[in-house]
C-alpha cells in the first residue's frame, strides 16, 4: 500500500523541493522518482534524500490520516506492507503519532530500495503467497511500473471517490 494519497496527503510543494535537490546535486531533477530509481545506493541519493525528508518532516507533523483509513485496516484480515518513496523515518513518525504503527507487517520507504518495483519485488520474497499480494497505489506510472511482477495492482484514486473501506470489502468479497 502507498503512502501519500492513499493513507494521507502531504501537501508539499514538490517543484521548490526538485528545484532545490537540482541546485544542491548539481543537476536538473526533473522527476524525483526517476531519480530515486536511477541514483540509488549513491552518495547523491543520500544527500538528495536528506533534503526532501526536511520536508516530509515537517509534513507528517501537520497532517492526519484520511478518515476510512484506520477501519479499513482494522477490517482486512491479511498482512500490510507500506511500500512509499517517502523516508522511512518520516513515515514511521507519521504512523506513530497517528497510532497506526500496529497495522503493518513493514514500512518500507525510499532509502530501502529507491523504486516501487523493488519495493514489491521484495515483498513477494517474503510471502509464501506472493501471487495473493495486492498492490495498491494512486500512481499510474506505479501500477503500470509493478504490472510485470505478477501481482494484482489497484489505482486508488480519493478525487474520483474511492475509499479504502470499499476496496477492503472488494478484497474480502469473492472476485468475478
Not at 479499513?72 to 498482512?79: D, E, R, T
Not at 497506526?100 to 518500507?108: I, R
Request: proline residues 2%.
Amino acid at each position: 500500500m502507498d503512502f501519500d494519497g492513499v493513507i494521507t496527503r502531504l501537501n508539499i510543494d514538490w517543484v521548490k523541493v526538485r528545484e532545490e535537490v537540482s541546485r544542491v546535486i548539481g543537476f536538473n531533477v526533473d522527476s524525483l522518482v526517476d531519480f530515486w530509481d536511477k541514483y540509488f545506493g549513491t552518495e547523491i541519493f543520500d544527500l538528495a534524500s536528506r533534503i526532501v525528508e526536511k520536508y516530509e518532516l515537517e509534513e507528517v507533523l501537520r497532517v492526519k490520516p484520511y478518515d476510512d483509513v484506520e477501519k479499513a485496516l482494522q477490517s482486512f484480515n491479511g498482512k500490510v506492507y507500506i511500500a512509499s518513496l517517502q523516508s522511512r523515518n518520516a513515515l514511521k513518525i507519521f504512523l506513530q503519532r497517528n497510532r497506526l504503527n500496529g497495522y503493518f507487517e513493514e514500512v518500507l520507504g525510499r532509502e530501502d530500495f529507491g523504486s516501487k518495483f523493488r519495493q514489491v519485488q521484495y515483498i513477494m520474497g517474503r510471502e509464501v503467497d506472493a501471487e495473493r499480494i495486492i498492490f495498491v497505489d494512486d500512481s499510474k506510472r506505479n501500477i503500470l511500473s509493478c504490472k510485470p511482477l505478477g501481482v494484482e495492482c489497484i489505482l486508488f484514486d480519493r478525487n474520483s471517490g474511492s475509499n479504502l473501506i470499499s476496496l477492503v470489502e472488494g478484497i474480502k468479497s469473492p472476485r468475478k
